[in-house]
């Protein structure tokens, strides 16, 4: 068990802390898991090294935060262990054992879900000597940089997160999604921005690729914003990049933050990760301390 209580430093002034005194492959007491719950709460991003992590205690730790949900493309999860995700270059037996690349768009998993992905867990088995760093962007602070007229215009308007529309136009290296795989994740609506359960602060909440529409916004109008908006929000004040090593394991939360993987050399360099993913609750936006003053 693991008795001492974790320190934090700080990744980057933006997101992100490094916590150091937690071996993940042993069992966690609940007063550390709180501890852990209320940094990723606030930081967005949590950075353990050196983790020596079997797929079973993974999907063990995992579970302290809440409920695992498989991946859609179940191709791509573990055999006999679907929690797990595989994120791979590596290819087994003449056939891929992971998805191949990740996302190099913008984006936060599963935000084409119901109930979005509160967070995942990331761990890195095999990295490449140079690119395929993943960034990391606060949807904390970028929301905080906006300007007020565009605060208003997101408090106002319903994001279409669409999965098969994202997998049938940028991703056509992967196996198409099956009829079953489409029905599982039909289109749905979010608020452009969120509140935080747990740290009260609002975030954008938009995915560059995954978000089709606006509701009541034509596509090209629509699109037009996210791009404006996204680019912003991924400006290097917000963005922390993180070089992988072997044995590093980053919880990111997905309800204030965006990642995306830098490109490497897939033909020279093998580069596999495995990811928990855990379920969330819908996304809303609470008002503003002075809104609800007026609205009583």
């Not at 090209?220 to 996204?230: D, F």
């Not at 990049?241 to 309800?255: K, L």
Request: proline content about 8%; aromatic content about 10%.
């Amino acid at each position: 068990m693991i008795d001492d209580s974790p320190t934090f430093t700080p990744l980057s002034p933006a997101i992100g802390m490094e916590v150091h005194g937690i071996d993940m492959s042993r069992p966690a007491p609940p007063d550390i898991i709180a501890r852990l719950n209320e940094a990723l709460s606030h930081n967005s991003i949590l950075l353990f090294r050196d983790q020596d992590l079997a797929p079973e205690r993974h999907i063990a730790f995992s579970r302290y935060f809440g409920e695992l949900e498989p991946h859609v493309a179940d191709q791509y999860n573990m055999p006999g262990q679907p929690e797990i995700f595989i994120v791979s270059n590596v290819v087994e037996n003449g056939r891929e054992i992971g998805a191949r690349g990740g996302a190099r768009h913008w984006h936060s998993d599963y935000s084409y879900r119901e109930r979005p992905s509160l967070g995942s867990l990331f761990h890195c088995l095999e990295c490449p000597p140079e690119g395929g760093q993943t960034q990391f962007a606060s949807m904390y602070t970028a929301y905080e940089a906006l300007p007020d007229e565009k605060k208003e215009l997101l408090a106002g308007v319903r994001a279409v997160h669409d999965y098969n529309y994202y997998w049938t136009n940028y991703t056509p290296h992967r196996e198409p999604l099956t009829e079953e795989q489409r029905r599982q994740v039909p289109p749905v609506a979010h608020p452009a921005l969120r509140t935080h359960p747990v740290s009260g602060r609002r975030a954008l909440y938009l995915a560059h690729q995954v978000v089709s529409h606006f509701e009541g916004m034509e596509f090209e109008e629509s699109q037009e914003i996210i791009e404006e908006i996204v680019s912003f929000a991924t400006e290097a004040r917000f963005v922390y990049t993180h070089e992988w090593r072997p044995g590093d394991v980053i919880f990111w939360d997905n309800r204030s933050s965006m990642h995306r993987v830098l490109p490497f050399d897939e033909e020279r360099h093998r580069r596999r990760m495995h990811r928990t993913t855990l379920k969330g609750d819908r996304p809303y936006l609470a008002p503003l301390p002075d809104e609800a003053g007026k609205a009583a």
